[in-house]
């Protein structure tokens, strides 16, 4: 069997983690598991993988917390495992750069299923960077295809992976509108079904970033009915 990337689980639940590495296992993958995010960081450094799957309801640091302090070090992809139903946990998992999230309990295939799907996206992405190490100018915003950061007035800042595919549609589509399925197709593929606000989530996030320039804090528009759009000139 081919060996597939490896993969760090983070969840209090013994069960669940050994259920999950077994399944995962016989996929070919290498599976490590910490029952808390106590040591994330430090085990991301000596055995780094190539996605997480992070747990929300933990005691003590919760996994929105563990998200937190994990994104200014890694942009690693993350999918979040959050309570059926808890849309206020996947919006602000998504707002602090989670890739992806699956609803407790599921079936381990579903989560493979994801898995698969986050982990072509970041290849693709990567493919992308290789072949392409140019830029998108646009009105003095630059984004960098290779690294994937955003510059604007000189200074560098780093984007999540979803940002970065998110802002990359619209930027190559100036002043068109798209649609949130357009948008949707562009950032998670048309095999991902994501609710309702999870594209106006990270638009709010793009804003934000955006909003300490007040020459670009304007560049997103509502374009009501439809989606958002580019604007090169505001």
Do not use: C
């Not at 930027?171 to 609710?195: C, H, I, Q």
């Amino acid at each position: 069997m081919e060996q597939q990337h490896p993969i760090l689980i983070v969840d209090d639940d013994s069960k669940l983690r050994d259920l999950l590495t077994q399944y995962l296992e016989g996929y070919g993958y290498t599976v490590n598991t910490l029952p808390s995010g106590e040591k994330i960081l430090e085990t991301i450094r000596t055995e780094p993988p190539a996605i997480i799957i992070l747990d929300i309801m933990m005691p003590g640091k919760d996994g929105l917390e563990v998200l937190r302090g994990l994104r200014p070090h890694s942009n690693i992809p993350v999918i979040m495992l959050t309570a059926k139903g808890e849309d206020t946990d996947r919006i602000v998992g998504l707002e602090l750069g989670a890739d992806d999230y699956i609803s407790k309990p599921f079936n381990p295939r579903e989560l493979l299923a994801r898995i698969k799907a986050v982990l072509r996206r970041a290849h693709d992405n990567g493919a992308a960077g290789e072949n392409n190490s140019g830029q998108i100018k646009i009105a003095g915003i630059v984004l960098h295809i290779a690294h994937q950061k955003l510059e604007i007035e000189g200074k560098s800042l780093e984007l999540s992976s979803t940002e970065f595919r998110l802002l990359k549609a619209l930027m190559e589509n100036p002043g068109k509108p798209l649609t949130r399925d357009d948008l949707m197709t562009s950032v998670w593929g048309k095999d991902f079904n994501a609710f309702d606000r999870s594209i106006d989530v990270h638009i709010s996030k793009l804003r934000a970033i955006l909003k300490p320039y007040p020459a670009h804090e304007s560049r997103i528009k509502t374009v009501w009915g439809t989606g958002y759009m580019f604007v090169g000139e505001v």
